[in-house]
């Protein structure tokens, strides 16, 4: 079965302290490591894709990067805008559907 | 361009009732997916509407049912509500081209259930 487990649970930083959040998973028929961003009460709200090990792509004050077995979402000098739940999914095409497996999330606060 | 739409945003029922979600995927997309998040957890894969079929689904009870119409737009059904249905359900939409391809899924902005 598809697992994916994301790590710290949450994080508390102060403006401009850099830190990383961990995405492990295991999974047959990867199609995509995807991060999104999720608001208090909202909907996810799409970040990156990542398709293969070695990849990275960046946004703003964010960069993810894939391995084999794990991703890792970087926040750069963050800003207390940059406060949600960072959720990581995987991508897999089963039968003839593709579905995402999500882990847990990571809760980030940044306080000014 | 409008983004994925889901209505109603909140809802309250009580134990043993029906009820109905709605979604409208973004402008261009086929594919719909429906997702359970219970608070403080991630999304949890109900299932997965292409072309007016559920193409695959996840562990969740028959209770779950759901439709896709022709213009792309989808509803969930839930019958005979139990408190543990409590959760935030979200609809995300993508162009399905086909097994052998993956595209990112776009999230609205969830419909809040509570059951009493």
């Known amino acids: 079965e598809d697992q994916v487990t994301q790590s710290p649970e949450a994080l508390r930083l102060q403006e401009g302290e850099s830190s990383s959040l961990n995405c492990s998973y295991t999974v047959s028929g990867l199609r995509g490591l995807f991060w999104y961003r999720q608001d208090p009460g909202k909907g996810p709200e799409f970040l990156f894709t990542?398709?293969?090990a070695g990849e990275e792509k960046e946004k703003e004050r964010l960069k993810a990067t894939l391995t084999k077995k794990e991703s890792f979402l970087h926040i750069t000098a963050p800003k207390p805008e940059d406060s949600a739940t960072y959720l990581c999914?995987?991508?897999?095409?089963?039968?003839?559907?593709?579905?995402?497996?999500f882990g847990g999330g990571t809760r980030v606060l940044v306080k000014p | 361009d409008a983004g994925v739409t889901q209505s109603p945003t909140h809802l309250i029922k009580t134990r043993g009732q029906q009820v109905t979600l709605r979604c409208s995927p973004k402008?261009?997309?086929?594919?719909v997916s429906w997702y359970q998040q219970a608070l403080g957890q991630g999304p949890q894969f109900i299932f997965q509407y292409y072309e007016e079929e559920e193409r695959q689904r996840g562990n969740f009870p028959d209770r779950f049912s759901g439709h896709q119409f022709p213009n792309y737009s989808s509803e969930l059904n839930v019958n005979a509500l139990l408190l543990g249905d409590s959760a935030l359900y979200l609809c995300?939409?993508?162009f399905g081209r086909g097994r052998s391809s993956y595209n990112e899924q776009f999230f609205g902005p969830g419909t809040r259930l509570t059951v009493l």
């Open positions: 402008s261009g997309h086929d594919t």
């Open positions: 999914a995987v991508g897999t095409i089963k039968a003839a559907g593709n579905k995402l497996t």
């Open positions: 995300a939409s993508s």
């Open positions: 990542l398709y293969s």
